[in-house]
């Protein structure tokens, strides 16, 4: 017969293994969305595969394909990842989550990986309000996005190149 500090370990060990493995593929890190930035599509579809995300919209514009991925496990959680048909144009990613944690999780990993911040924009649309921070480095621009609104904030984390043309004058 098993006593019971021998079960609250048992019980302890069995929600520690399922929760680390629902766990996986709930959140990026900074170093996944630098990872995933420079992907052609189908390394970017089998690294997502390999997080736990499934493609799950292509769009298709005049300039550009836009490729939509989510969670299987968290599907409040997604991004977007943009493939100018004109290959000299800037990509685009954009991460979008729930978690205030992850939020001030990716605020730190941005720092860390040596952007600084330039500004703060906030904007109110009515039912609906924004407020982005602005980072920096040589070669990309960061926007962290907080949209407030009645029930749970979202975030939104964007990441894209600076254009060489804009570069050159600084």
């Known amino acids: 017969m098993i006593c019971s500090k021998q079960l609250k370990t048992l019980i302890l060990f069995t929600f520690a293994v ?3 493995h629902f766990a996986y593929g709930q959140e990026l890190e900074m170093e996944d969305i630098f990872d995933m930035y420079p992907l052609d599509s189908i390394s970017l579809k089998k690294a997502c595969n390999d997080k736990d995300f499934s493609l799950v919209n292509i769009q298709e514009d005049h300039w550009i394909f836009s490729y939509t991925f989510r969670s299987n496990n968290k599907k409040e959680i997604s991004f977007l990842r943009t493939f100018p048909k004109d290959t000299t144009a800037s990509k685009h990613l954009q991460y979008h989550f729930l ?9 730190k990993q941005i720092r860390e990986n040596g952007f600084t911040f330039t500004r703060e924009q906030k904007k109110d649309y009515g039912s609906v309000a924004y407020s982005r921070e602005y980072y920096r480095n040589d070669v990309f621009e960061i926007a962290l996005e907080e949209q407030l609104h009645q ?3 979202s975030f939104t984390l964007m990441l894209y190149k600076i254009p060489d043309v804009e570069r050159r004058k600084e």
């Open 99 to 107: 978690s205030y944690k992850s939020y001030n999780k990716l605020r």
């Open 18 to 20: 399922i929760s680390s």
């Open 151 to 153: 029930g749970p904030h």
